[in-house]
């Protein structure tokens, strides 16, 4: 079945430096692209999205890149701050339907 | 400030009790969701609904049932827990893009 896959499963930088996370997604139908961050105790919070006819979005410090032919999109952070410590998810919208198949998850920690 | 409320947000229970999870958005979305969260990080999806007596089961089996009597409102039905139902349990909805979660519902069956 389709599946994304997300690496690191843990990352530790220091603050200031950047954090890069990776998704691979499987379904060729996928064009629409979210990434999460949930904080202890809170659900997924929407952070930044990206659909399939665009190749970078960005949003302050967050960026997206979306590369369709070899079905990776990538999460970056900048300058980041320790309030950026949470756990990301990033997601693929299943083709065909309003189901998102979600990658397990990358535990941020921005070391002071 | 959260457009999905789950209530409650912890619950501690003994086993074969009967607790139904609460779930419901302001936002007037049809789509509606139900997903587990293991302490691995990683989300089930359990149940589905996308719309007034529409429901489905997700990837991951589940014992839970689920209702959809209004377009607001998904609760979530354990008849008898067990300790394997400890969990987080995360409701979302969607209009046109990506999810809106809820706080999630802290499970533990003792």
């Known amino acids: 079945g389709e599946n994304v896959e997300q690496h690191p499963s843990t990352l530790s930088v220091q603050e200031g430096d950047s954090a890069v996370i990776k998704c691979t997604y499987s379904?060729?139908?996928?064009?629409?692209f979210p990434w999460y961050k949930q904080e202890l105790g809170k659900g997924p919070q929407l952070i930044i999205d990206?659909?399939?006819?665009?190749g970078e979005k960005k949003d302050q410090r967050i960026a997206v890149t979306l590369n369709k032919t070899a079905k990776h999109f990538s999460l970056h952070i900048t300058e980041t701050q320790p309030e950026d410590s949470a756990v990301y998810f990033c997601?693929?919208?299943?083709?065909?339907?309003?189901?998102?198949?979600f990658g397990t998850g990358t535990r941020l920690k921005v070391l002071a | 400030e959260a457009d999905i409320y789950q209530t409650p947000r912890y619950l501690v229970i003994g086993t074969g009790k009967k607790i139904t999870l609460e779930c419901s958005q302001t936002?007037?979305?049809?789509?509606m969701y139900w997903y587990q969260q293991d302490p691995g990080m990683e989300l089930h999806l359990i149940h589905y609904?996308?719309?007034?007596?529409?429901?489905e089961k997700g990837d991951l089996s589940s014992e839970s049932t689920v209702s959809r009597i209004r377009t607001e409102h998904f609760p979530l039905t354990l008849e008898s827990a067990r300790p394997s139902h400890t969990s987080q349990y995360l409701c979302?909805?969607?209009?046109?893009?990506?999810?809106?979660f809820g706080s999630g519902t802290r499970l533990t069956v003792v």
């Open positions: 979302a909805s969607t209009g046109y893009e990506g999810y809106t």
């Open positions: 379904d060729s139908a996928s064009n629409y």
């Open positions: 990206i659909r399939s006819n665009v």
């Open positions: 997601a693929a919208l299943k083709g065909g339907t309003y189901k998102y198949i």
């Open positions: 936002m007037g979305h049809d789509k």
């Open positions: 609904s996308y719309g007034v007596n529409s429901t």
